[in-house]
């Protein structure tokens, strides 16, 4: 059997290596691809692009699945109706022009996609859902990005039967996290299937179509999980 073709989108950051300094260039953390290898896919990276922006059925028809990827910057609140907190950002208009409009044209041909972290916020944000920009101020503490790149442990509550309790294998799981932003409002169509036990949502889901699951953990820290294994496993 071939391995399918899962699209791990990417960002556009400078960095530093050899005698270059703050050098442009597209990034995803290893993390993702190697997750993809284990649970038998073929990666391919997806960098924003203004001209698939504008029509992404062609990228769209190389790959067998999604995975909208986390990072460092956040979405522009322009897309959800607010003004920037003092937390918010880096902004990236470009790469959040580029995964909306995969995710919505992914939904539409009913293709598997998987948010994380970043990317369950885009999926929150193409169902029209919104963001909560800061969570620390909402729940009194930073449990969930508790030091600036270090993953936070904690468990989540999944809903019983739902997509994400079948693709995490249990209704209860520890997982990793790090993020400082969340879902104030579910997208039309998506539900919370999945809480911290500060009761933050951390995941929702379309049950209107086979595999379409967003979660703000990292799967791909954790080999132990399986969810990254379920999406592949919806293409084989």
Same mark, same amino acid.
């Given at each position: 059997?071939?391995?399918?073709?899962?699209?791990?989108?990417?960002?556009?950051?400078?960095?530093?290596?050899?005698?270059?300094?703050?050098?442009?260039?597209?990034?995803?953390?290893?993390?993702?691809?190697?997750?993809?290898?284990?649970?038998?896919?073929?990666?391919?990276?997806l960098?924003?692009?203004?001209?698939?922006?504008?029509?992404?059925?062609?990228?769209?028809?190389?790959?067998?699945?999604?995975?909208?990827?986390?990072?460092?910057?956040?979405?522009?609140?322009?897309?959800?109706?607010?003004?920037?907190?003092?937390?918010?950002?880096?902004?990236?208009?470009?790469?959040?022009?580029?995964?909306?409009?995969?995710?919505?044209?992914?939904?539409?041909r009913?293709?598997?996609v998987?948010?994380?972290?970043?990317?369950?916020?885009?999926?929150?944000?193409?169902?029209?859902?919104g963001?909560?920009?800061?969570?620390?101020?909402?729940?009194?503490?930073?449990?969930?990005?508790?030091?600036?790149?270090?993953?936070?442990?904690?468990?989540?509550?999944?809903?019983?039967?739902s997509?994400?309790?079948?693709?995490?294998?249990?209704?209860?799981s520890?997982? #990793?996290?790090h993020?400082?932003?969340?879902?104030k409002?579910?997208?039309?169509?998506?539900?919370?299937?999945?809480?911290?036990?500060?009761?933050?949502?951390?995941?929702?889901?379309?049950?209107?179509?086979?595999?379409?699951l967003?979660?703000?953990?990292?799967?791909?820290?954790?080999? #132990?999980?399986?969810?990254?294994?379920?999406?592949?496993?919806?293409?084989?």
């Amino acid at each position: 059997m071939s391995r399918p073709t899962i699209g791990v989108t990417a960002a556009t950051e400078n960095i530093s290596y050899g005698a270059w300094k703050d050098i442009p260039a597209i990034v995803s953390p290893a993390s993702y691809v190697r997750a993809v290898q284990r649970a038998g896919g073929r990666p391919i990276l997806l960098p924003p692009d203004p001209e698939d922006a504008a029509d992404p059925e062609g990228v769209l028809d190389l790959i067998d699945a999604l995975i909208l990827t986390g990072g460092a910057g956040d979405l522009d609140p322009a897309l959800y109706g607010e003004e920037p907190h003092s937390e918010t950002g880096p902004i990236q208009e470009e790469r959040d022009a580029y995964e909306l409009a995969l995710v919505r044209a992914a939904t539409r041909r009913r293709m598997p996609v998987l948010g994380i972290c970043r990317g369950a916020q885009i999926l929150n944000v193409a169902y029209g859902g919104g963001i909560e920009q800061h969570i620390p101020d909402a729940l009194g503490h930073e449990d969930h990005r508790h030091t600036p790149g270090t993953f936070a442990d904690h468990d989540v509550i999944l809903e019983p039967g739902s997509l994400a309790a079948r693709a995490t294998g249990d209704e209860k799981s520890a997982v #990793k996290s790090h993020h400082h932003q969340g879902m104030k409002s579910v997208g039309r169509g998506l539900l919370a299937t999945g809480w911290a036990e500060d009761d933050t949502v951390e995941a929702v889901e379309d049950p209107s179509c086979p595999f379409v699951l967003g979660v703000l953990w990292h799967p791909e820290e954790d080999e #132990k999980s399986q969810l990254i294994e379920a999406l592949i496993l919806e293409v084989k």
